[in-house]
């Protein structure tokens, strides 16, 4: 695997681990592979992520389910929780937060069981990701819900390259600004391979796979 490094921030908890080289995802190829795992699966970076999320909703959005893609539950909880606490004044203040998946079919497509549905027809949904970078599954996402007669409140990511997504803001912790030279392309104009260097590794926000 490529030689991987943090970029951190003042809260010990609170990085980005990444790794620079030639990465192919779903969408693109790119030349940083940001890794998340530890943030999705270690309680305390979870928690740390999702204080760090919450400012931008605790005071004036009403948030009633998040809806977490790329396996970001844990921190999906955490967000809920920080949410509904009683020692902030917020929107959310005592009230349930309904935390769920989606599923997918064949073609990528997604979709909510019927139990599901309840959660988000009406409700104020903030859609959670590990990462915002060509926006697609954002964006599928944001359709899905509104497809279920959710009204979408936002987009949350650890990382992102876009600021909208669907007319809808993206937040996030980290940026490209924070890489320097991060740059990702289409798989079929691609200057890394235009220069002949292979790929390394398939990538997305669930792990690495070496080639």
Request: hydrophobic share 40%; net charge negative.
């Amino acid at each position: 695997m490529a030689d991987q490094y943090k970029i951190r921030t003042k809260n010990k908890d609170v990085f980005l681990r990444v790794a620079k080289g030639h990465f192919a995802t779903m969408h693109s190829h790119t030349n940083y592979y940001i890794d998340v795992t530890t943030q999705k699966t270690r309680l305390s970076e979870a928690k740390a992520v999702a204080k760090e999320l919450v400012s931008t909703y605790r005071a004036n959005t009403i948030v009633d389910t998040i809806l977490c893609l790329d396996g970001t539950e844990v921190i999906g909880a955490c967000v809920a929780d920080e949410l509904t606490r009683e020692d902030y004044v917020n929107m959310n203040a005592h009230q349930t937060i309904y935390v769920i998946p989606p599923e997918f079919i064949g073609g990528g497509q997604m979709i909510f069981r019927d139990n599901l549905v309840p959660m988000l027809t009406g409700k104020h949904v903030l859609i959670l990701a590990a990462s915002v970078t060509t926006g697609k599954t954002a964006q599928a996402a944001i359709e899905a819900v509104k497809y279920y007669n959710g009204l979408v409140v936002g987009v949350s990511a650890i990382f992102a390259t876009v600021d909208k997504c669907g007319g809808y803001p993206v937040t996030s912790i980290f940026d490209p600004n924070d890489l320097g030279d991060y740059n990702s392309y289409n798989s079929h104009n691609c200057p890394i391979c235009d220069k002949g260097e292979k790929i390394e590794a398939i990538v997305n926000s669930y792990g690495y796979s070496a080639l």
